[in-house]
């Protein structure tokens, strides 16, 4: 568990580990849920989801979630806005990489909305970013290399994130590549639990 509020019903941020062979009983996700695969095959009554497999379930959606051999996912629930009920399913690994227009970063875009933006960033080897952050927030997941955070590299799997407003100077000795969410954190487009 990376983040949660709630207590039974939770707005969660977690990084869950399927063993092998296991399942969930059906369910419904009533306030929506998105994860991006980090190993293994997640699969369920859609399809087979491998490394890089990002998927939105939007609020109200269903299903049974299983893995044969095992896998490890990045989720969120209770992040989505009830009007938002596109289902997203995308394999990162087959999607090309948009150049920023200084140089310093390459980005898939994943999910834009009104209240949050979804994307994985490629900050690149020797760049320097004098202000990285976001007026409504931000969070990321390392998922290659080592993010510059202060005084220590944060490695693959490390989570942060930074309140509305905060920004940093990023210098990245090797490329790095992470989840990054914007927007979101924002007091008017925070989702809050039913």
């Not at 994130?161 to 487009?189: I, M, W």
Request: hydrophobic share 35%; aromatic share 10%; charged share 25%.
């Amino acid at each position: 568990m990376l983040d949660r509020i709630g207590d039974e019903v939770a707005r969660a941020t977690s990084i869950v580990r399927y063993a092998p062979g296991s399942y969930f009983s059906p369910h419904t996700h009533s306030g929506g849920e998105e994860f991006f695969v980090l190993e293994g095959t997640f699969s369920d009554e859609h399809g087979d989801y491998g490394p890089g497999a990002y998927v939105r379930n939007p609020v109200g959606s269903s299903h049974k979630p299983f893995s044969e051999k095992g896998c490890t996912i990045f989720v969120k629930l209770w992040q989505m806005q009830e009007h938002d009920q596109e289902f997203v399913r995308l394999d990162t690994k087959t999607m090309d990489w948009e150049r920023s227009v200084s140089d310093s970063y390459e980005i898939k875009r994943l999910a834009d909305r009104a209240y949050e933006t979804v994307s994985l960033i490629r900050v690149l080897s020797g760049a320097a970013i004098e202000k990285f952050g976001h007026e409504e927030g931000l969070e990321l997941l390392v998922l290659e290399g080592e993010l510059p955070d202060g005084e220590v590299n944060l490695p693959a799997g490390a989570w942060l994130r930074n309140p509305p407003g905060y920004f940093q100077r990023l210098h990245c000795k090797t490329d790095v590549v992470a989840y990054l969410k914007t927007h979101h954190l924002s007091a008017e487009n925070l989702v809050t639990i039913r």
